[in-house]
């Protein structure tokens, strides 16, 4: 298949407005799914679409063979919401090419990095006409919101998805020459405070001082979460994190991209954080309570003299090991119930979560991959930890007793989750080319 | 005119989507403007629409003569912001009458409440072919965004609208039974401050505890404008405020309407303020700086993993006699610059501001307007404050050198600013038959 079929496909792939969070792009979703099964099918694999409660899984496979080492490559069709769409050059699902850089929601998280290994094993069947090991692909569309219907697909077809190990492209590199393997992720547990106070919206002259407003309640738990040092003040929320080794502190001293780069990533003039840690180890390795949304009130144009009958806060918590979701959410609850304010009724509503992974980053099969990934991009090739999630690399190590490779694709100024999403061209033509490398060593 | 007359009259007005704050409802305050000239025309007044930089005032007067007492009526055409949309039980600008009730956006702020005096004037003249003193109707436009141009349009027209006294009903009775005339009202000054952080929005998993989140930096603004006992923190705020009169607080503990209905008609289970002061104590003579609108990050349905690039806070100070709103507003604004969080900017805007009023309570024209208001009603009739802000009120005192007989006819349930906004019609039509008391008393 030519390169220009390649990113024809890659557009395709693009265009579908596949938001899980949001119930009224469902249709969209299911689209993409028979999509990517149809390519599947067109590749020679088998292909299946299995349903859930929510967004389908696809799973693809060759003919598997005793005696073969078993590799599962995931990855997922969903993508964040879009807004604020103001904020985009482009429309996000009209995929637009400039230089290097293509543009459009979930060019980088995940399609731009799971559609390299799905035309790499399609480049390898092409010149092969048989693959060396036994694949297995896994493309879930509900990654974004947490993956709540994989972890009990997973449980349930543990022998459709039995492997040695597991292959993930949803991380990033620490540089454009700097290729990066990550051996740790942050876990994560969201949560959402709704504030109710008045039974509807007040006049802030007629009633403003006499009634508590929502709107200041959302502004003090917010302002509760931290303390001074910007330590989170949620009691208990420390107690099973476990401690940064001093190699990993060194190792990430020396990584060519430093707080000054970040700085010009992000666009601020000050990182800003726990004390006591570096960027890096804030990042990477300690544990975070994030405002992801806070409402209430007059939002427009303009003002409003309004005291709002309600507010909202909307709370993330990412984890590192040993921490566990579950029970970082019951410390949260337990301290929101605590908050008492008068004349404002506090509910408290778990979101989704996902256990923090970590696993070893000088074994055998670690070596191998690492060194194809210095043959193909020829850089040298970091070991890193990552600040985001992927829940499921801890649901594969329990249910299937594999550990996973994640080798990032992307670029850290990619912008996932963020308008003008994009993702390297390089790098996306590199991640096919690395595909095929990787079925070779892998099959050893 | 019948009272079906006057009741469709009323329909007619409230149809008219007359949104200040929202430049895109401007042509519909235009058609307000017209219907209302219109209106004055039929009714045998002089009228003229007079331009201003946004929303047209409206003048009507009768042949003024020399040796007769002149009357200024005033009140506001537009209306405040109708969102959230969805609260309400019907559309905002499709009036609803339901037994008593009438429900519409502007139903009591202020259409429902200037609309009698119009048709009072219009009854007077029905039955005496004369007014017995000089009238002038001055309906602006501009009212809910703090009425930029009427205090120009009032220092410009000062021998156009010269007046004895000043008559406005756009305050509330104390309850269905307990009118009230009120002779303070709060000030206001408003401002916003939008806080920038990161170029872009950020992965809350890959940036999160390495930068300053704005949201949370609107948390931390919202949170330390109080102190614990509710005090506002902002150095100098109290500075000029003038200490309540011993008989003030005691007139206010008499009053029909106490803090446990206050309880119900805003549907909380506690009032909450400022330590030492009663609800009504704080509410009219006490100032406040309430949160009208706090907003960053994602707000829709579900979550969204996001480290917002900016978010805003908007404010409201409720101003009491001898605060002066621009001096606050200095205030702000240097208490603003002194926060500091590292990288992020704080950009402060200076919103509309207002004046607070106070006359004295005991004059003789107060007491026969006050004579007329229990004859009309039926009940005793109680002097108040009131904790809104009608900055022109100040500016008629100023420019006019004339006091203002506020005479409110809205109940406090009526739901001014929220949404299902009402309006009482037995009030309305008391109001039509008080305006014409008040025109034989007040030319006495």
């Known amino acids: 298949m030519s390169k220009e079929a390649q990113l024809s496909t890659y557009l395709e792939f693009l265009r579908f407005a596949s938001v899980s969070t949001d119930s009224s792009f469902t249709p969209h979703l299911r689209g993409c799914a028979e999509w990517l099964k149809a390519r599947f099918l067109k590749m020679g694999l088998k292909a299946t679409i299995h349903e859930t409660p929510r967004h389908p899984i696809v799973v693809a496979q060759n003919e598997h063979k005793a005696g073969r080492k078993s590799l599962l490559i995931y990855g997922h069709y969903d993508v964040q919401p879009v807004d604020p769409l103001n904020l985009w050059d482009h429309p996000p699902f009209e995929p637009h090419i400039d230089g290097d850089k293509i543009y459009a929601r979930g060019s980088a998280d995940n399609k731009g990095q799971i559609l390299p290994h799905i035309l790499g094993v399609e480049a390898y069947l092409a010149q092969h006409k048989e693959l060396p090991l036994n694949i297995t692909f896994l493309v879930e569309g509900e990654e974004e919101i947490g993956s709540p219907n994989l972890k009990p697909f997973v449980e349930k077809n543990r022998d459709l998805l039995k492997c040695d190990v597991v292959l993930v492209s949803d991380t990033s590199m620490v540089g454009p020459e700097a290729p990066a393997i990550t051996y740790a992720l942050r876990g994560i547990a969201t949560c959402e405070i709704k504030i109710k106070g008045p039974s509807h919206d007040l006049h802030s002259g007629v009633n403003g001082g006499g009634v508590t407003n929502p709107a200041w309640v959302a502004a003090r738990i917010g302002a509760q979460l931290h303390d001074e040092n910007f330590h989170v003040q949620i009691p208990h929320f420390y107690d099973d994190v476990k401690a940064l080794a001093d190699w990993e502190r060194e190792e990430w001293k020396k990584l060519p991209v430093q707080e000054k780069e970040v700085m010009e990533q992000v666009g601020v003039d000050a990182l800003y954080g726990e004390k006591g840690f570096s960027y890096y ?49 019951d410390h949260v609850e337990t301290w929101v119930k605590g908050l008492k304010f008068p004349g404002c009724k ?72 963020a308008p003008n999403e994009n993702m390297s061209l390089r790098n996306f033509f590199k991640g096919i080319e690395l595909c095929q490398k990787l079925l070779t060593a892998l099959a050893k």
Not at 303 to 328: C, G, H, Y
């Open 281 to 329: 180890e804030r990042v990477w390795a300690r544990p975070t309570a994030e405002i992801n949304g806070i409402g209430g009130g007059y939002q427009g144009e303009g003002s409003k003299t309004v005291l709002p009958k309600e507010a909202q806060v909307k709370l993330s918590f990412r984890l590192v090991p040993d921490q566990n979701p579950e029970r970082i959410l």
């Open 346 to 417: 506090l509910e408290f509503k778990r979101g989704h979560s996902g256990k923090p992974y970590i696993c070893n980053p000088k074994s055998p099969i670690m070596e191998s991959t690492l060194a194809c990934v210095e043959e193909v991009f020829g850089d040298k090739t970091f070991l890193i930890r990552e600040g985001g999630s992927i829940p499921v690399i801890q649901t594969f190590k329990e249910q299937l007793g594999a550990d996973s490779l994640l080798v990032g694709l992307a670029l850290p100024d990619c912008l996932a989750h």
